[in-house]
């Protein structure tokens, strides 16, 4: 699987764009981007999805350079409540490996009023 | 909110004590999943289950067993739980064959082993 590394930690102000950036130099062809957000004293929970190109959803977007090497997490227009630990994965499609998905320590933002 | 419950929440117990923690899922997904999560660690996975009585190890799974003899329940099972034990545990679990990898997390369970 491959190995993902993030920032550790981010701060913003409540209203601004943050953008968190994560590498996968060895991603294989079949790998999909995920990203996951946790709360304190919460599970992780799934934000968004992608494998190329551009990915937007109600929660955040995802941007995919055509090499796939690295990825970037958009947040548009942070809260307070955004503060939370963001978790980058990469992981292949295949019955295989489901659910076999590596957590790494993540990224975590916290906003500031 | 995925229906996913986890049981103790917290549980305090002394070194050598046997401990079971249970999860338990209302949503029919094949896949479960029990990971732990310790600061500067972030999640490691225990054990996951694919199936009624089909489990397998992830990367952390020495002291640990596990059982699912039921589709909607997987059980962890400290034997002799030991200090370095104390973590917060947390219960997932997924549905094979869909596009996307994602997993739905119950709320964690809180043990301090003392």
């Known amino acids: 699987l491959a190995k993902t590394t993030q920032p550790i930690s981010m701060d913003s102000y409540e209203g601004q764009e943050v953008n968190i950036t994560c590498s996968h130099n060895?991603?294989?062809?079949?790998?999909?981007i995920t990203w996951y957000q946790q709360f304190p004293s919460q599970g992780p929970r799934f934000i968004i999805q992608?494998?190329?190109t551009k990915v937007t959803n109600e929660v955040a977007s995802l941007f995919i350079p055509a090499d796939r090497k690295s990825s970037t997490l958009s947040l548009p227009r942070v809260s307070l409540s955004d503060t939370a630990v963001y978790y980058c994965?990469?992981?292949?499609?295949?019955?295989?490996?489901?659910?076999?998905?590596?957590f790494g320590q993540g990224t975590t933002l916290q906003v500031k009023p | 909110d995925a229906g996913i419950t986890q049981s103790p929440r917290h549980k305090v117990t002394e070194t050598g004590t046997p401990v079971t923690l249970r999860c338990h899922q209302t949503?029919?997904?094949?896949?479960m999943y029990w990971y732990r999560q310790d600061p500067g660690h972030g999640l490691r996975l225990i054990h996951y289950?694919?199936?009624?009585?089909?489990?397998d190890k992830g990367e952390v799974s020495d002291g640990y067993s596990v059982s699912r003899s039921k589709t909607e329940d997987f059980l962890l099972t400290l034997e002799s739980a030991t200090s370095s034990q104390t973590s917060v545990y947390f219960c997932?679990?997924?549905?094979?064959?869909?596009?996307?990898?994602?997993?739905?997390f119950g709320p964690g369970t809180r043990l301090t082993v003392t």
């Open positions: 289950s694919y199936g009624v009585k089909d489990t």
């Open positions: 992608g494998y190329k």
């Open positions: 060895n991603i294989a062809t079949n790998d999909y």
């Open positions: 997932a679990i997924s549905e094979p064959g869909q596009p996307s990898y994602e997993q739905y």
């Open positions: 994965l990469v992981a292949p499609r295949g019955s295989s490996n489901t659910g076999k998905l590596i």
């Open positions: 949503e029919n997904h094949r896949y």
